[in-house]
């Protein structure tokens, strides 16, 4: 079972049917502010606007929303699809969120209030309350009706840009939802197309989502509906209290899981990973909140990088894949959704709303959520290259607020991974908002080269191994741990000369001074290497004295770990764990500085090709110059 999951039945929302296929029929709106007249200008599809200003005025508007989504196409008696879709969300929409303040009504006592004030009983305090109760069951059918919109009606043709914006009345929910219906149609009235129907529909139910959002600290009794998490099974509807305006309707995770003996090579990356699985599983739904966020060294956000055809593609494989079996075991729900060139648009803004709802899918805390973006450094742009599209930039930007803005709060529910074959191209300040990097190079060694091909030739064949330990090499403590040991010294030019240096003027590191001068020398040598980069080292080192393996038994029921109290949970995890070494600070160290070496090798490299690239070019231009001034053709 979900954690306070809250199951919405056929019997509860059928019930109201009649009321909402009332609504999609016809009402009446008291609606303030401009008036517009009903008859259309003769030979336009427009209506009379008064030059008189009617703002403050109170005044009734009839609502036929069937009528205005058949009149899209008045030549044919029936529906299309898309029509027929449209009408049957709605009126669906509506009765799921009577049926939704239901629900408030019986949690928060509304249901009592109502039959007593039936009587005439309510006075003085009751009274209040029962006003205020019956507003923010308004306000909740209202939000649920554009929740489940949202959910179902789907994301095509050209955003809207001219739709007006609700008007909301919260005297009874059956008037909030009135200003729904009212937006929706007269976002529809003159569509030419179903495409362009949709499209205006989807985003007047977005702009009075974004209105509802707005309005909600108005209304004082929605505390109850805060920890709501809500499901319709046949329609694979969820709504998860306030926390999130929901994106679009979920489908199954497909995905062809990996298992960790199925990666050679990439040791500490595929260590980490493994760790990182476990972790998110320590989360505490209750509390909302991880006993690793609270001890030190949860991984909110990383960076992997290699070369093409390292691993990183079943890294993610495999991340995905544990994480999967873990929320199976424990009855969790699992968000994995990865952000890709696909999601970019050609519409102003539309990339960054792409984005914005993938990292807030990810961030629901609800569910234990797993998000990553492959390829990014072609997803989003350097801020500094101006042949980037709109659309990259804008990506660039909800990123690096998501990952480390001001609102950002890590709970520890999930991790965000960024892949890229060419992470020097990724801004600076984007990639250093990730808190931990990871060097996928794949197989290295002899001994990595015949595991690999012993594991992808299969067992179809009878040449014998040789004089090998197959998979020995791959035994996750005795590789990290010598991948770890290999780490004490830089591996990069530029980090070898800083570190020599380093030795010959200080020695050996003992105290936290001596750390800070090493820093300091890396930062004359790397300008990048900034306060953020210290701060990621910190914090992969506090996860270094995290270092520790929570046992498999731990995962193999819920009970055993999963599902105990929170302060259970930090209790267990912090007596395993042990203090941090020189050596780990070390280590991290020249871990992270690197990366940033190897990053501005990287770019570097390719600047100075590129440079030869084109002396090349202007040599060969001025040779065919001389060519054809000769022939006389210049």
């Known amino acids: 079972m979900d954690i306070g999951l809250t199951t919405l039945r056929e019997s509860e929302i059928e019930k109201h049917r009649a009321v909402a296929q009332s609504l999609v029929t016809n009402f009446v709106q008291v609606k303030t502010g401009k008036t ?114 949202l959910q179902m009606l789907p994301e095509e043709g050209e955003p809207a840009n001219d739709v007006g914006e609700p008007d909301f009345l919260f005297d009874t929910p059956q008037d909030a939802l009135k200003g729904l219906i009212a937006c929706i149609d007269e976002a529809i009235q003159s569509c030419s197309d179903d495409q362009t129907m949709t499209a205006r529909a989807r985003e007047s139910v977005r702009l009075s989502m974004d209105e509802l959002l707005q309005r909600r600290a108005r209304f004082g009794a929605l505390g109850s509906f805060e920890q709501v998490h809500l499901r319709l099974e046949s329609d694979g509807f969820e709504l998860n209290g306030f926390d999130v305006a929901p994106g679009a309707k979920r489908s ?75 929320c199976q075991i424990a009855g969790y729900g699992f968000t994995y959704e990865n952000f890709g060139v696909d999601q970019i648009s050609s519409y102003q803004g539309k990339s960054g709303q792409n984005c914005k709802q993938f990292v807030t899918n ?56 960024m892949f890229s074959n060419y992470p020097e191209n990724v801004d600076d300040a984007l990639r250093q908002r990730a808190g931990a990097r990871w060097l996928v190079d794949g197989p290295q060694t ?7 091909f012993a594991l992808l030739a299969g067992k179809n064949h009878e040449i014998p191994l040789g004089d090998h330990d197959l998979f020995e090499a791959q035994v996750i403590q005795k ?22 240096r380093y030795m010959d003027d200080v020695g050996e590191p003992k105290t936290l001074a001596d750390i800070g001068t090493y820093l300091h020398m890396i930062k004359k040598a790397e300008p990048r290497f900034t306060g953020r980069a210290i701060k990621n080292i910190t914090d992969a080192i ?10 498999d038994e731990w995962f193999e029921r819920p009970e055993a770990f999963m599902h105990k109290p929170y302060d259970a949970k930090r209790d267990m995890i912090a007596e395993l764990r042990s203090p941090f070494t020189m050596d780990m600070v ?32 202007r040599e060969r231009a001025i040779a065919e110059m001389e060519a054809m001034k000769k022939d006389g053709r210049w």
């Not at 990182?276 to 609270?294: G, H």
């Not at 002899?446 to 690999?452: A, E, G, M, N, V």
């Not at 590789?479 to 020599?500: C, H, I, R, W």
């Not at 506090?542 to 046992?551: G, V």
Request: glycine share 8%.
């Open 252 to 326: 199954k995770l497909v995905m062809q899981f990996k298992q960790p003996n199925e990666i050679i090579g990439n040791h500490i990356a595929k260590y980490q990973a493994i760790k990182l699985s476990k972790m998110l599983m320590a989360y505490d739904f209750e509390r909302q909140m991880n006993p690793f966020v609270e001890l030190g060294g949860f991984l909110f956000t990383f960076i992997g990088d290699g070369s093409p055809g390292t691993g990183k593609t079943i890294l993610i494989q495999m991340i995905a894949g544990m994480i999967n079996d873990y």
């Open 446 to 452: 002899r001994d990595d080269y015949i595991d690999i």
């Open 36 to 149: 517009e007249s009903q008859t259309e200008i003769a030979g336009t599809r427009r209506r009379f606007v008064s030059t008189v200003s009617t703002a403050g005025t109170k005044h009734t508007h009839k609502v036929e929303f069937t009528k205005s989504i058949a009149a899209i196409n008045p030549e044919d008696g029936l529906l299309s699809l898309a029509q027929h879709g449209l009408l049957f969300k709605t009126r669906r929409a509506l009765a799921v969120a009577l049926a939704i303040g239901d629900k408030f009504a019986e949690q928060t006592g509304l249901d009592a209030l109502t039959r007593k004030n039936l009587g005439g009983d309510l006075s003085g305090k009751e009274m209040d309350r029962f006003r205020a109760l019956v507003e923010s069951s308004a306000y909740i059918a209202a939000f649920s009706a554009a929740a489940y919109l």
């Open 542 to 551: 506090k996860m270094r004295a995290m270092d520790i393996e929570l046992p």
């Open 586 to 617: 070390m280590q991290e160290i020249n871990r992270y500085a690197d990366s940033e070496f190897r990053y501005t090798d990287k770019s570097d490299s390719a600047a100075v090709e590129e440079i030869i690239r084109r002396e090349r070019q």
């Open 479 to 500: 590789a990290v741990s010598e991948a770890y040991a290999d780490l004490s010294k830089p591996q990069e030019e530029g980090m070898v000369t800083v570190y020599n």
């Open 362 to 417: 990810v961030l629901n805390s609800k569910t234990i959520g797993f998000g990553t973006v492959d390829d990014i450094d072609q997803v989003a742009a350097k801020r500094s290259d101006d042949r980037a599209s709109a659309g990259q930039q804008e990506v660039t930007a909800v990123l690096m607020e998501s990952f480390a803005g001001a609102k950002t709060v890590v709970r520890g529910n999930c991790a965000f991974g």
